[in-house]
């Protein structure tokens, strides 16, 4: 693990709920986007078929009107030939249905009948134009709501003939109810449209039209109160590509070269994004009597149309809707600002909290580790009381004491055995200087003292004696055997230290010894093989076997890092015998100079050594009843420990 | 016997350093003694003769065969040449071990010439003592030889049962008659050259060299 557990701690809590947020935050950008257009949509659906149905309703009346008086005036109920009769259904007729702007009949003759709503001098306004034996009259009569006559007039100037009328002739040639172009009245700016139906005899001879003016002003009015989203619109477009209702109904009129009033192609709309939106409309039309939806940019805006033919009406007429996304998703998006900021906040919020909370699970960790930290240096004991801290730490902890404490024991015993090894090393090292010395020393004294009796044995046989020669050899002679005398004192010294012997375990004090030249091992990159089976407890002092232990890995080490070599290793073993132990040290390195002569005093191949080592190690093993050697084949020091028989 | 005296038998002495044998060769030779020296064991073994009568003088701390492990050799080869060692280690163990192994005396360096000079007389006499037994046994046993089937039966009887050597008792072991028991032991004594029959079990001639 390369992190620290805080730190792990605090990125999965703080990280983890700062993923979540923004997947969350995310998924309903994305959902609430789409649904929002996906009901933007049906917003749109819905206003153009609301118009649709609306437009549908509001022309409905003038069919039905047309139909009713087409009826009683061809059935005959009602004579056309009367025309006081007929102004009073016509007035009665417009009184009821509001959206119409005038009722009137013409016949074949020219007679004819209109009844419109006026501005005055009363509201109703009727044209009575009358042909008797080819003479023509021209009357206005202007009537209250109550009919009754407010102001009359003749107009003897009027040309006005119906039968040269448009919707005359139309009804005429096709025998039966049209609808004309729809118009702009030239006084009133207000666009209208009619409606006519032929009216026959018994005979199915034509006698006359009936004809309903129709004020579609009111259609502008209701997409003025649509509402398509923030700032989108509906309106009519024929399929001539004229604007014939928009809801704002100024926009609509348009004057013509010759001076009368017309509509406004769709291409000359003074909105550019209407223009924009419906230019190629006749190809989005092809699709018969579908709704054709679709989306186009403006100013890098995005907006969303819907073309839309008025169904079950005789006139050629769309609802066209248009709408910026924006006006529906707007909200959406600001929302969503709004739900981002949130969503930091929270996170901040959340983060801190989640900070706080690893801090707050991370403390028992932390205080465990410290209190790690303070046993190790030896400042705390392993047996203070743990602080506060999780299960699975404090079983960790009973682990790591019963090491440590297992480790302390070891370290005192290796202190120990350290402590013992050095004092018997010195010990010994004295003790065989001594005997080096006096071995040494005593081969030159016995050769003096054996001369010097000799001297005097020849002095004595001399005539005559010469007293003081022999007194002064007999001096010498006794000052060697005084030094003899000393030497034999030194050795002694080393003969006392008797140290007890006890049976111990061999393959222990291997380990321990192993520890104890740790250092020297690692630093010397050499890998130590102990081969040890089971043995019986071995019989000698176990600290003076130390020695020569540490003795012969000492030497190894040095054989084997003066010699440079990439193969390093010491192998120890050892062999049980019926009576004793068989050690082995063998190591990677050269082997024994053969001009060494070993297990002498004084003799080393060692700069700074001063050659006991091994004599020492010699004494020790034989003083203990073992034997120490060098197998020079095997290039292997042995020695052998007696050990308890069975 | 007469050429077997002290003064014939030679001091051996091996030793690896020059000046003690040179020393001790000189004080030697200067009191009479007829000295040969050697460097280290090995040319001791090569030069030696069983046959020629002295001690050895052995320096216990020899380069590769040391004074012991000489004593064991020469204990293989049943060599009985008397051992004095002297050491510069002088050490209780080697002292035991060197004993143990028949050594006559074992002196720490430096030591008296005196007292060395004791040693090898007491060792030149157990020689001599040595030798004449082995010289008795050797002509007993010849003479064994010389004795007859029937003879050496009888020998060997009364060798194996000292208490019962009446000429019945052994007549009757041997299904002969007493008066033929007595004319092959009148024999023995002849032919060996012995008094009595107390005589003949004290030569203790080994039992390999009786076999009939």
């Known amino acids: 693990m390369r992190y620290s557990l805080g730190f792990v701690l605090a990125l999965s809590l703080a990280g983890l709920q700062f993923i979540a947020i923004l997947i969350v935050v995310l998924t309903s950008y994305v959902s609430s986007e789409r649904a929002i257009l996906d009901h933007a949509r049906g917003l749109m659906d819905r206003a153009g078929a609301n118009a649709a149905e609306h437009t549908k309703r509001f022309l409905e009346p003038a069919t039905e009107v047309t139909e009713q008086a087409r009826r009683i005036l061809d059935s005959g109920l009602l004579s056309t030939a009367d025309t006081a009769v007929m102004e009073r259904y016509f007035f009665e007729l417009l009184s009821i249905e509001p959206q119409l702007s005038g009722i009137y009949y013409g016949d074949e003759a020219g007679n004819f009948v209109y009844v419109m709503k006026s501005d005055g001098p009363g509201p109703y306004r009727t044209k009575l134009i009358s042909i008797e034996a080819g003479q023509r009259t021209t009357e206005y009569i202007w009537r209250d709501a109550e009919y009754s006559v407010v102001d009359r007039s003749f107009d003897p100037a009027d040309t006005y003939d119906p039968r040269r009328r448009p919707w005359y002739e139309d009804a005429r040639g096709l025998a039966a109810r049209i609808w004309t172009d729809p118009y702009i009245f030239f006084s009133s700016q207000q666009p209208g449209i009619t409606v006519a139906a032929p009216i026959h005899d018994s005979a199915e001879v034509l006698r006359g039209v009936v004809g309903i003016d129709l004020d579609i002003a009111d259609i502008s009015l209701f997409l003025s109160d649509l509402t398509v989203g923030e700032t989108g619109a509906a309106f009519i477009l024929s399929d001539d590509g004229r604007v014939i209702a928009h809801p704002d109904p100024a926009r609509i009129g348009v004057r013509n070269a010759d001076g009368t009033m017309g509509f406004i192609g769709i291409n000359d709309f003074s909105d550019p994004i209407v223009r924009a939106a419906f230019a190629d409309f006749k190809a989005q039309l092809t699709v018969a009597d579908q709704p054709v939806r679709s989306e186009f940019e403006f100013a890098g805006a995005p907006f969303m149309t819907l073309l839309l033919p008025i169904p079950d009406i005789d006139l050629p007429w769309n609802i066209a809707v248009f709408a910026p996304e924006a006006d529906f998703i707007q909200g959406i998006r600001d929302n969503r600002v709004r739900n981002i900021w949130f969503a930091v906040m929270i996170s901040a919020v959340t983060g801190a909290v989640g900070l706080a909370l690893s801090e707050l699970i991370l403390r028992p960790v932390r205080a465990f580790a410290v209190r790690t930290a303070l046993v190790s240096q030896g400042e705390v004991s392993t047996g203070d009381p743990l602080p506060r801290t999780y299960k699975e730490l404090r079983a960790a902890n009973a682990t790591l004491i019963e090491e440590i404490a297992a480790r302390r024991r070891l370290d005192v015993k290796l202190q120990e055995l350290n402590r013992e090894l050095s004092h018997v090393t010195r010990v010994n090292m004295m003790g065989q200087m001594a005997t080096g010395l006096a071995h040494e020393l005593s081969q030159p004294l016995t050769a003096i003292s054996q001369n010097l009796d000799t001297a005097l044995s020849i002095a004595k046989m001399e005539e005559p004696a010469n007293g003081e020669l022999i007194s002064i050899l007999s001096e010498l002679d006794e000052q060697a055997h005084q030094g003899g005398d000393i030497i034999r004192a030194l050795r002694s010294l080393m003969r006392k230290d008797k140290s007890s012997t006890q049976p111990f375990d061999f393959a222990e004090l291997v380990g321990q010894t192993q520890r104890l030249l740790r250092q020297e091992l690692e630093a010397g990159g050499i890998a130590v093989d102990v081969h040890i089976p089971p043995l019986r407890m071995v019989i000698g002092n176990r600290v003076q076997i130390a020695q020569v232990l540490i003795n012969l890995l000492r030497n190894a080490i040095d054989a084997i890092v003066g010699a440079d070599s990439d193969n390093r290793y010491i192998r120890i073993s050892a062999l049980q015998f019926e009576t004793h132990v068989e050690v082995r040290v063998h190591d990677s390195g050269p082997g024994v100079d053969p001009d060494i002569v070993l297990f002498k005093e004084f003799k080393t191949s060692k700069p700074e050594g001063l050659g006991l080592g091994l004599s020492i190690s010699r004494t020790i093993v034989e003083t203990g009843g073992g034997q120490l050697w060098y197998d020079e084949g095997a290039h292997q020091f042995r020695f052998t420990v007696p050990c308890e028989t069975l | ?212």
């Not at chain 2, 030149?124 to 064994?144: G, N």
């Open chain 2, 1 to 212: 016997m007469t050429d077997d005296t002290p003064q014939a038998a030679t001091v051996f002495l091996v030793d690896d350093d020059a000046d003690v044998r040179a020393s001790l060769s000189r004080a030697l030779i200067k009191r009479g003694f007829q000295v040969v020296t050697f460097a280290d064991a090995l040319q001791f073994l090569e030069a030696y003769d069983p046959e020629q009568s002295g001690c050895l003088v052995l320096d216990y701390g020899l380069p590769e065969m040391d004074g012991l492990k000489l004593q064991q050799v020469l204990s293989e080869r049943q060599i009985g040449i008397p051992i004095i060692f002297i050491s510069g280690h002088g050490g209780v163990p080697e002292t035991v071990q060197a004993i143990k192994g028949g050594a006559v005396d074992f002196l720490e360096k430096p030591f008296r010439q005196k007292v060395l000079v004791e040693c090898i007389e007491a060792a030149f006499a157990a020689d001599a003592e040595q030798r004449t037994r082995d010289k008795e046994r050797i002509l007993a046993l010849s003479r064994f030889a010389k004795l007859t089937q029937r003879e050496k039966e009888v020998a060997n009887f009364m060798i194996a049962n000292p208490s019962s050597t009446a000429s019945k008792e052994i007549g009757r072991e041997l299904n002969i008659s007493p008066r033929t028991v007595d004319h092959h032991r009148a024999r023995i004594l002849e032919k060996m050259n012995i008094g009595s029959v107390a005589e003949l079990i004290n030569l203790s001639i080994p039992q390999s060299d009786r076999t009939v």
